[in-house]
Antibody, heavy 124, light 110 residues
Framework: QLQLQESGPGLVRPSETLSLTCTVSGGLIRSESYYWGWIRQPPGKGLEWIGSIYYSGSTNYNPSLKSRVTISVDTSKNQFSLKLSSVTAADTAVYSC????????????????WGQGTLVTVSS | QSALTQPASVSGSPGQSITVSCTGTSSDVGAYNFVSWYQQHPGKAPRLMIYDVNKRPSGVSNRFSGSKSGNTASLTISGLQAEDEADYYCSSYTRSNTWVFGGGTKLTVL
């Protein structure tokens, strides 16, 4: 069974860079048609798509975050990572990694494979 | 890109049916049949309930159904049960090769 696990600091200072890694187990990150994404949820608020990456390294980002976001993949470690620069209190949220799927006839941002989510607080 | 528009809350009694709407634009909901719906209970990860407008993943009750007309997608839950009480989010692929979520709808089972 595919499992995803986020790791990284739970506290980041304002103006610094938030860095998280998602480790995939029980399956290969190098999978056709599947892609790997980050989604966040501020406390008490809704879901926000941050961005996604294919194992090839091809990325797509939320336009509102694009200037600050970098998502990368390391197929040798079966991991993908998120970096969000110049963070502010507004970036405080539960950050989750998830597997999505997209083909010519079917597409969804996240399926049945999600990490448990990790709360990242931006505070001095 | 703007978030898709969902009602903040809906409610219904056990056994009834409810519908949650999700309104976007011709650049997202209206552009592709790639609308999905997620159920989220407090403190839990979202669960995919509907994808590609009206397809159910295995294990999802057939009480959940989806549809789309123009720029508006809908999730219908029939035979409402207490365990259906949760937050529901729609999402859509966009012409910019990105994803957008709705603001979420809180379903209360009376």
């Amino acid at each position: 069974q595919l499992q995803l696990q986020e790791s990284g600091p739970g506290l980041v200072r304002p103006s610094e860079t938030l860095s998280l890694t998602c480790t995939v187990s029980g399956g290969l990150i190098r999978s056709e048609s599947y892609y790997w994404g980050w989604i966040r949820q501020p406390p008490g608020k809704g879901l926000e798509w941050i961005g996604s990456i294919y194992y090839s390294g091809s990325t797509n980002y939320n336009p509102s975050l694009k200037s600050r976001v970098t998502i990368s993949v390391d197929t040798s470690k079966n991991q993908f990572s998120l970096k969000l620069s110049s963070v502010t209190a507004a970036d405080t949220a539960v950050y989750s990694c998830a597997r999505g799927y997209c083909s010519r006839t079917s597409c969804y941002v996240a399926g049945d494979s999600w990490g448990q989510g990790t709360l990242v607080t931006v505070s001095s | 890109q703007s978030a898709l528009t969902q009602p903040a809350s809906v409610s219904g009694s056990p056994g009834q049916s409810i519908t949650v709407s999700c309104t976007g634009t011709s650049s997202d909901v209206g552009a592709y049949n790639f609308v999905s719906w997620y159920q989220q209970h407090p403190g839990k990860a979202p669960r995919l309930m509907i994808y590609d407008v009206n397809k159910r993943p295995s294990g999802v009750s057939n009480r959940f159904s989806g549809s789309k007309s123009g720029n508006t997608a809908s999730l219908t839950i029939s035979g409402l049960q207490a365990e259906d009480e949760a937050d529901y989010y729609c999402s859509s692929y966009t012409r910019s090769n990105t994803w957008v979520f709705g603001g979420g709808t809180k379903l209360t089972v009376l």
